[in-house]
């Protein structure tokens, strides 16, 4: 039986839709070591019926408000990482918590639609104030998906159609084609490629793990495609100070490309689509310039290639933007860009050129979810309403002078200081020390995670302050004192 909530709930600690100020903790506050006893306990239930080998603890989402999660033992911690980068209003803003007791939300919950084949009659409206209204510049159409791996590969499935029409004139796949596809032979089943680059993470499916190249352990055991992975630029900061440098690497990565596009098709595997992340987040926060990526932009364009622009971390505004790669000012728009996370449902973006033309190409039971479109609708007004981009601009602005001076104070432990907004990272000398800092700021009520091999992200959510990040810098302060 589920437990009924307490007296403390959500619900009534959110009644009239208070001020998100007023249902945060004044502070961290830590009662046990993390994870505490109730946590270990109910890790040992749940690994009796679940994989639990990734867990680091249980949460109590009742309890958890705006910048602050509380976990099982009642430990309250600021969190910067904010469920790996996918709350953008923190945790039960009460806009959101209000929307979730309407009655379309209740039936869309209760009795949930096939999107693809029986819509709600108020789907097209919340696609259009949800994501239309936020659409990447030259990009209009969008496909819901359930989440940003689901998003990439219908994706890139969607560049594959659009390839091969190419191929025949603009013609959708005759009788030869329907045929031969059955037995996965020639030309139904085609030589084709997607090109991802060293360090990407695109998610865990077995077509993305041809394209991800973050940790082995994602791939290990598991079947790859032969497709061409590039490499991606490898900066060094600051910018102003190695800009020669980082010249260098946006030259050499361009010219790896190109030649990979070449070798792929001198293999009879023709490249159809490039797909890159504005920031490789889980490959370590790394970045490429607006003259790399404006670089991937022609070259895509005269091969004909199809050009993905993975925003299921990026996106969504804590860069600054609500879409990383407007920070790149490219001189026409991708050709298709995803998206999850922070904007709450999976889907992508296209070119009114890829829209699939066939019923059943790209297509499953549920093709998103209209509760998380509903969540969104509400949260895009929200962000708009209290000017949480120009915020997150603001505070990460500061964000990134701070990091700078810890970086300098810290004695050689810290290194690389980086950022765009409030999406940040900086690194230790290896993952060893990074791993114990995470595991220190967390007991002295830091939330943070890593990434890559040796890197500290920050994913603060997009309510967060001045306040919070004087606190932030104050807990990273004292852990590195500690470390």
């Given at each position: 039986m589920l437990p009924r909530l307490a007296k403390s709930s959500v619900l009534q600690q959110v009644r009239g839709v208070s001020a998100i100020a007023n249902a945060e903790p004044s502070g961290p506050s830590i009662k046990t070591s993390i994870p505490g006893p109730r946590s270990k306990e109910l890790r040992q239930e749940m690994d009796k019926v679940h994989q639990t080998t990734s867990v680091r603890f249980h949460v109590d989402y009742e309890k958890s408000f705006g910048n602050y999660v509380v976990d099982a033992d009642g430990n309250t911690l600021l969190d910067v990482y904010t469920q790996i980068s996918s709350l953008?209003?923190?945790?039960?803003?009460?806009?959101?918590?209000?929307?979730?007791?309407?009655?379309?939300?209740?039936?869309?919950?209760?009795?949930?639609p096939a999107l693809g084949s029986f819509p709600r009659t108020d789907f097209a409206d919340g696609i259009s104030h949800a994501l239309t209204s936020i659409a990447p510049k030259g990009l209009k159409a969008v496909q819901t998906m359930l989440c940003g791996t689901s998003a990439n590969e219908n994706a890139i499935k969607t560049a594959f159609i659009w390839y091969q029409a190419q191929r025949r004139g603009g013609l959708g796949p005759d009788a030869l084609h329907l045929e031969s596809c059955m037995t996965q032979q020639k030309p139904g089943t085609p030589n084709l490629s997607v090109m991802g680059f060293e360090g990407a993470f695109h998610g865990r499916s077995l077509c993305m793990l041809s394209v991800t190249r973050s940790k082995p352990i994602h791939k290990v055991d598991i079947p790859a495609f032969d497709w061409p992975i590039a490499k991606f630029p490898r900066y060094k900061y600051p910018l102003d100070q190695n800009a020669a440098y980082n010249k260098k690497q946006?030259?050499?990565?361009?010219?790896?490309?190109?030649?990979?596009?070449?070798?792929?098709?001198?293999?009879?595997?023709?490249?159809?689509?490039?797909?890159?992340?504005?920031?490789?987040?889980?490959?370590?926060?790394?970045?490429?310039?607006?003259?790399?990526?404006?670089?991937?932009?022609?070259?895509?364009?005269?091969?004909?290639?199809v050009f993905i622009v993975d925003e299921v971390q990026t996106g969504g505004g804590a860069t600054g933007d609500v879409w990383a790669h407007d920070h790149w000012n490219l001189s026409s728009p991708p050709d298709m860009v995803t998206f999850s996370k922070k904007l709450l449902t999976g889907g992508y973006f296209y070119g009114e050129h890829l829209r699939v033309k066939e019923a059943y190409r790209i297509y499953n039971t549920w093709m998103g979810d209209p509760t998380k479109l509903l969540l969104l609708e509400k949260a895009v007004e929200v962000i708009k309403r209290d000017g949480l981009i120009d915020q997150s601009r603001q505070v990460g602005?500061?964000?990134?002078?701070?990091?700078?001076?810890?970086?300098?104070?810290?004695?050689?432990?810290?290194?690389?200081?980086?950022?765009?907004?409030?999406?940040?990272?900086?690194?230790?000398?290896?993952?060893?020390?990074?791993?114990?800092?995470?595991?220190?700021?967390?007991?002295?009520?830091?939330?943070?995670?890593?990434?890559?091999?040796?890197?500290?992200?920050?994913?603060?959510?997009?309510?967060?302050?001045?306040?919070?990040?004087?606190?932030?810098?104050?807990?990273?302060?004292?852990?590195?004192?500690?470390?």
């Open positions: 953008p209003l923190g945790y039960n803003h009460p806009d959101l918590v209000k929307v979730a007791t309407q009655p379309h939300l209740i039936t869309s919950l209760v009795s949930r946006d030259q050499e990565c361009l010219a790896d490309v190109e030649a990979k596009i070449a070798e792929w098709k001198r293999r009879d595997n023709d490249v159809a689509a490039i797909i890159v992340e504005p920031i490789q987040a889980e490959g370590g926060d790394h970045y490429g310039s607006p003259a790399f990526f404006q670089g991937l932009r022609d070259i895509t364009a005269k091969n004909g290639v602005a500061e964000f990134q002078k701070r990091l700078g001076e810890l970086q300098a104070s810290s004695g050689g432990k810290l290194d690389q200081a980086r950022g765009r907004g409030t999406f940040a990272a900086v690194d230790f000398p290896s993952g060893a020390l990074r791993d114990k800092f995470v595991d220190l700021a967390i007991s002295n009520g830091l939330h943070c995670g890593g990434c890559g091999d040796r890197s500290l992200r920050f994913r603060p959510s997009l309510v967060y302050t001045k306040k919070h990040l004087d606190l932030t810098f104050d807990l990273l302060d004292k852990t590195l004192k500690q470390l």
